[in-house]
């Protein structure tokens, strides 16, 4: 199916342990994006991608590490998960080189560090 | 320090009612304002947007009212209906930045 697609739904890890989020769009748009929500914030953005090989800090990105060999795949890893990376995770993409066009989410992934 | 500001937090109107949500920005350079719909369990999805060369843009029951001078602009839900019901966050975009609101939960009664 084509779309964007985030795994797994749900994850709960423990504090200091590795984690990683996957996201995959079969639209082979150039740009993805990873964005934490958080009640009383809204979306904040993690990291963004503007093509394979190419990834940028967004406005959180301590504590998060991406890498993006293939176009259509845009892994997020917590080296060592902290209880205040407890959020709801959400992939994005758009075909333009630019934020100001439609960014298409996943269905996110709820993570939960105890 | 949020560069976009929503109000209300929650909202609850009655089926048939006006629906407002209103935000403000800080940053002059955002060129690119959409209002994204997120209903529980998915991910949020673009409803409207507008650009600040144009100071209303109407889809369906849908508005957006811009205000470039005040720095402000709001979405307006005419008719609203219980499907309606969901999270409305407004974002304020420039090139690789994109900055939302911390959302409207939005509740219509039948």
């Known amino acids: 199916d084509a779309g964007i697609t985030q795994s797994p739904r749900y994850k709960i890890t423990e504090t200091g342990r590795q984690v990683t989020l996957m996201c995959h769009q079969t639209?082979?748009?150039?740009?993805m994006f990873w964005y934490r929500q958080d009640l009383g914030h809204g979306l904040r953005l993690i990291y963004y991608?503007?093509?394979?090989?190419?990834?940028d800090k967004g406005e959180v990105p301590d504590g998060y590490v991406v890498s993006r060999s293939k176009t259509e795949n845009f892994p997020l890893t917590l080296e060592s998960a902290t209880r205040s990376q407890t959020s709801v995770y959400f992939c994005?993409?758009?075909?333009?080189?630019?934020?100001?066009?439609?960014?298409?989410f996943g269905q996110g992934t709820r993570l939960t560090v105890v | 320090q949020q560069q976009v500001k929503q109000s209300p937090q929650s909202l609850i109107v009655q089926k048939g009612g006006i629906s407002i949500i209103n935000c403000a920005y800080e940053?002059?350079?955002?060129?690119?304002f959409p209002w994204y719909q997120q209903f529980p369990g998915k991910g949020p999805a673009l409803l409207i947007a507008?650009?600040?060369?144009?100071s209303e843009k109407k889809e369906g029951r849908f508005t957006i009212s811009f205000n470039k001078s005040a720095k402000q602009f709001s979405l307006h839900i005419m008719d609203s209906q219980p499907g309606d019901s969901a999270t409305y966050f407004c974002?304020?975009?420039?090139?690789?930045?994109?900055?939302f609101g911390a959302g409207t939960r939005l509740t219509v009664k039948p």
């Open positions: 639209w082979s748009h150039s740009y």
């Open positions: 991608s503007a093509a394979a090989d190419i990834t």
């Open positions: 940053n002059t350079a955002f060129d690119y």
């Open positions: 974002a304020a975009a420039y090139n690789n930045d994109m900055r």
């Open positions: 507008i650009r600040p060369d144009v």
């Open positions: 994005a993409s758009s075909e333009s080189s630019q934020m100001n066009t439609e960014a298409f």
